[in-house]
């Protein structure tokens, strides 16, 4: 395992952060699928709780079946082999669910691979909709996972999904590479039987722009190898519309051309809808044809035909006498189609590499910026600054969702425009306005591309944007739904890569989130005392100094009590110390149902409390444990005394001071001389309080 970025760890908080840490740097080192099922299973084996971590992939030749490719961290090709549903590994394949045994001897299904095996975990390796494998653990103890066990295992088989599905995407782009390659390879053999057509495709070889490559096919088709009207109809992108890119020879019409390209109508339309080249040796007699160059009598339109049968556009040729154009020509425009496709889906591979690995980079860094950032909001302002920044969006949002029975409802969390301060009254506005397309993708739970949208789309906008397309991404995790990212663009549709790309980016936010909320709940609980319930004297001093910043700002009243036990130690003594925990317990939910939820109530030690009344004077204070008091003393805990009797003192600001510290000391002293009055008739001083307590 990777030596520790950070110093000695002081807390399983801590441990477990900088677990997920180090299981992603692993997996960073592998440089294919089996080194990273390789890394993953060294590190499972020594660096958790995991006993015999195994590694399965998809068997490349039978899709269902798995083989065994790493265990105890070494790749092993041609290991293990199991068939959906055979063993529980196969069953998890086959259901795409984590599977859990306890005891494998009950299992009917179990293959054994390990004698000491008694309990089984497996979890699919899913990334988005994909199955890539199974992680598989086997402990020698029975019962040996429990639930935290199990939600750190699909966390990391998770993370090792991903890292697949990279893999996968580099092993696509390097066949859809390799395949442009040999196509390129056999039009250049064809290009050295035409002597004309060599020379524009060597010119074509060392365009970079587009639009450059695109003037020098058309102008060289008419200068070069002498074509009258000549023009390229093309998509720049693979989502975009087909338009006119440029022409040599009659003008046409623009609105005419756009009329046809939009109709799909004539000639143009018979080659987009059917992806074969189309020559009509005479065009008054052919009715398919629609004039749109008055002096053609001869046209030919071949298309631009990608690899995967995507129809980028095409090329049409016009001549004035009737049977001027030949299948011979059909062959030497239909070679430099080709050409021009092979550029146009090389450049559209290499862009999505490039887009690819600037994700990745992206995604790499987020993981590992916002794994130090420990506050919700400071970690959604840091994906919308990094995302408007890299991705080049015009407004980027992040959002809380938040459920109150059927209730959703939206919390700006960061905003690119947005200022901080201001987020919390556009949430309001935009639940007053009811919530708009943001509130729908987070009722669906899937991701939603919105384009050209209006008032009449349900779409809300808080700010003077200008915004036409929108794309809300979903951020979820173990189905649920914690959070949405929208993006908004003025002029470019988001399309099927922006989509994929933050639906990746959404997957890790909601692992990060996840890891968040669970470090927020084990930090938690040390802030609770684990007898009571209540909070203990750790979160109390916190947020005594937190409130104490508060009256530095404001002038609202605030009140301390101090409450002890009557005879505590009398009772342990008599009723034994189940009982004293019982009373304990007891006087603790008495008081939290005496209290309102903005106060702090907290065991302070032993049988003292203290409660914290935020914006409450002493005089409300002191009613509110007068009703405790006769609460307690109504009490019957079983086995034990009727009736608990306690003590009680009270301080507030503004009336005794401003020092909080000072105030609970105050109160302190008024609960002993309420102790003193009821038990003696008179104040306890300072020297009885020393003999009393010990």
């Known amino acids: 395992m990777p030596p520790s970025r950070e110093g000695p760890l002081s807390s399983p908080v801590e441990r477990e952060r900088t677990l997920i840490l180090q299981f992603i740097d692993q997996l960073n080192q592998a440089s294919t699928p089996q080194e990273a099922c390789a890394q993953a299973v060294l590190f499972l084996q020594r660096g958790t709780p995991f006993c015999n971590p ?7 030749k039978d899709p269902n079946r798995v083989v065994r490719v790493a265990n105890q961290g070494t790749y092993r090709p041609g290991g293990l082999t199991l068939a959906r549903g055979q063993g529980v590994v196969g069953r998890a394949f ?10 494998v001897r009950l299992d009917p299904d179990y293959v054994e691979s390990c004698k000491e095996a008694r309990s089984e975990i497996a979890v699919p390796l899913l990334w988005r909709q994909e199955i890539f494998g199974v992680l598989d653990a086997e402990s020698p103890r029975l019962h040996a996972y429990r639930p935290k066990d199990v939600r750190l295992m699909e966390l990391l088989a998770s993370l090792l999904a991903h890292c697949l599905s990279h893999f996968s995407v580099r092993e696509r782009l390097g066949r859809a590479l390799g395949a442009a390659q040999l196509r390129e390879a056999a039009l250049q053999k064809l290009s050295r039987q035409q002597r004309g057509l060599v020379d524009l495709l060597v010119k074509m070889g060392g365009h970079v722009s587009l639009d450059a490559l695109f003037r020098d096919v058309v102008e060289d088709l008419h200068g070069v190898l002498g074509y009258e009207h000549v ?12 338009r006119l890119q440029c022409f040599q020879g009659f003008a046409p019409p623009e609105e005419q051309v756009t009329a046809l390209l939009e109709s799909r109508g004539g000639l143009v339309g018979r080659i987009l809808e059917t992806g074969k080249p189309y020559l009509c040796p005479d065009t008054r007699k052919d009715p398919l044809v629609v004039a749109v160059n008055p002096e053609a009598r001869c046209e030919l339109g071949v298309p631009l035909l990608g690899s995967d049968g995507h129809t980028w556009g095409f090329l049409l040729l016009n001549q004035g006498g009737p049977g001027s154009l030949t299948p011979q020509d059909g062959e030497i425009l239909t070679a430099l189609a080709a050409s021009l496709v092979l550029r146009l889906e090389r450049r559209e591979a290499f862009d999505s590499l490039q887009r690819e690995l600037d994700r990745m980079r992206l995604i790499h860094g987020l993981v590992q910026d916002l794994g130090q950032t420990r506050e919700l909001p400071d970690l959604a302002q840091r994906v919308v600054d990094l995302v408007a920044q890299r991705m080049g969006c015009h407004l980027v949002s992040f959002y809380e969702v938040r459920e109150e029975g059927t209730t959703l409802s939206l919390r700006f969390l960061a905003s690119s425009i947005i200022p901080r301060e201001d987020l919390e009254r556009r949430s309001q506005e935009l639940t007053a306005r009811g919530g708009g397309l943001v509130c729908r993708c987070a009722r669906l739970g899937r991701l939603m591309n919105h384009r050209d949208i209006g008032p009449e789309a349900g779409f809300v906008s808080l700010v003077a944007s200008g915004t036409r397309h929108q794309l809300d991404v979903p951020i979820s995790f173990s189905g649920r739904i914690r ?33 968040r909320d669970l470090i927020g709940d084990m930090r938690l609980q040390t802030m609770k005392d684990p007898l009571t319930g209540l909070w203990n004297r750790r979160y109390l001093e916190a947020r005594m100094q937190e409130e104490q910043g508060r009256l530095g700002r404001d002038e609202e009243p605030l009140s301390l009590a101090l409450v002890d036990l009557t005879d505590f130690k009398e009772t342990n003594d008599r009723y034994g110390h189940f009982v004293g925990d019982l009373v304990l317990q007891e006087t603790a939910r008495c008081l939290k149902d005496s209290v309102r939820a903005s106060d702090v109530a907290a065991r302070y030690g032993g049988d003292e409390f203290v409660v914290l009344f935020p914006r409450t004077s002493p005089e409300g204070a002191r009613e509110v444990m007068r009703r405790f008091e006769a609460r307690l003393a109504r009490l019957a805990v079983p086995g034990g005394p009727e009736g608990v009797p306690c003590d009680h003192g009270v301080a507030g600001f503004p009336e005794d001071g401003r020092d909080l510290t000072d105030l609970l000391k105050l109160a302190d002293e008024r609960m002993y001389r309420h102790k003193g009055e009821r038990k003696h008739g008179f ?12």
């Open 483 to 515: 959070g949405v990212l929208s993006l908004e663009s003025l002029e470019r549709p988001f399309d099927g890569e922006d989509e994929a790309a933050f639906q990746i980016l959404a997957g890790h936010l909601g692992a990060l989130w996840a890891v």
């Open 231 to 242: 023009y390229l109809a093309c998509r720049s992108r693979r989502d975009e519309p087909v």
């Open 683 to 694: 104040p306890l001083s300072i020297l009885q309080r020393k003999a009393e307590s010990s």
């Open 54 to 60: 195994d590694a399965f992939l998809v068997d490349p």
């Open 94 to 103: 086959e259901t795409r669910a984590t599977q859990v045994v306890d005891d």
